[in-house]
């Protein structure tokens, strides 16, 4: 082994993403309103900051890279878990302490109560998706001063990703009742957007430079099924169809947060013909059948077994990513050893876990014989040896490999840090090029040939 070290282990939370800021813009005019943004939250809910910001700049005002230069300033916030409540009320004070003037939306605004006990100076507080809400607080606090030859709605809108990859979300909400979930309490049930307005959408990303979109929702196989499926302008509101028509734009197309149907079976020939990626994230969450029952889970694991060697069958370079949950009230040894058990037989690709805790307003936390904390680390960190020990086996079989890749970043050594299509950004591992790279500019897709492989990283040589 050489002196690379493993840069960017995976991460282990189930839906979460580190909080993003918006990047910098030009410099406001004279007299223009500027806001600033904090995002908080998974890729859901960073789609919603980045409509929000493109209203706003449609309305003449600027977007502010740091606190100082803000009229005011927006907290997207997130309500999934205790941990991120009490992290999403930290932002929200962090701003208070440097701006002063602070508007709050998000997951967590569907308790305003909650909000304003802590931080009751904040300006005004919305819950998700409600942008109308929003843009009313925000006219409150800073009156728009629209320029008509300048402020024009920016013909790709506004985006707090890198600008060769994008989120692309299909729906709102969800019908389970999982339950230690409150998702569905805070944004509701499923509500799909037409088919023909997402195609739409992202043929607009792709042809502003767009090579990679990542389709979002909170049940992405559900998508259509509020409204039967109903066709509309010639697209079909399917995930099938979707998926497909998706697929012919030319772009990388990535599926998160899939649950296993059996129609999911019909997108799996898309993957082997090479329109949408090898890739599918699948919330499992346990493997016990007790376990998953006292959690409400629509999945069944008897039979997630047999649908994974099918999809294999079809496409034997498919990844499997999936998050799970350990010490959930109730959950015994056996219980746990069969989730290991299962785990040696998924032989899952990417793995994240994490430890149970009680969020406000889940029936989850009525349910008897709460797991100790101490039993919870220690099943995690049981869990995750065993899941590192099977990436690390599944990337050693990669070196040698010839691999398409798309460029994430290069850094002032000239490090390109790279994803292959078996990787999403941030939550999975990257593959490092770190010579022969200056010729490559971010948003690149090249051909690599894997030389070393660590538990959750690799690195390659530019062969294309």
Known sequence: MSDRTNLNPPDLRPDLAPHARLAQHAPARAGQPTIGMVSLGCPKALVDSERILTRLRAEGYAISPDYAGADAVIVNTCGFLDSARAESLDAIGEALSENGRVIVTGCLGAEPEYITGTHPRVMAVTGPHQYEQVLDAVHRAVPPAPDPFIDLLPASGVSLTPRHYSYLKISEGCNHKCKFCIIPDMRGRLVSRPAHAILREAEKLVTAGVRELLVISQDTSAYGVDIKHASDRGHRAHITDLARDLGS???????????????????????????VLPYLDIPFQHA??????????????ERTLDRIAEWRGICPDITLRSTFIVGYPGETEEEFQTLLDWLDEAQLDRVGCFQYENVKGARSNDLPDHVPDDVKADRWDRFMEKAQAISAAKLAVKVGQRLDVIVDDIDSDGIATCRTKADAPEIDGNLFIDEGTATLSVGDIVTVQVDEASEYDLWGQIIA
């Open 249 to 275: 734009l030319g772009a990388w197309v990535r599926l998160h947060y899939v649950y296993p149907y059996p129609h999911v079976r019909e997108i799996i020939p898309l993957m082997a013909d090479g329109l």
């Open 288 to 301: 016990h059948p007790d376990t998953l029952k006292r959690m409400a889970r629509p999945a069944h694991a």
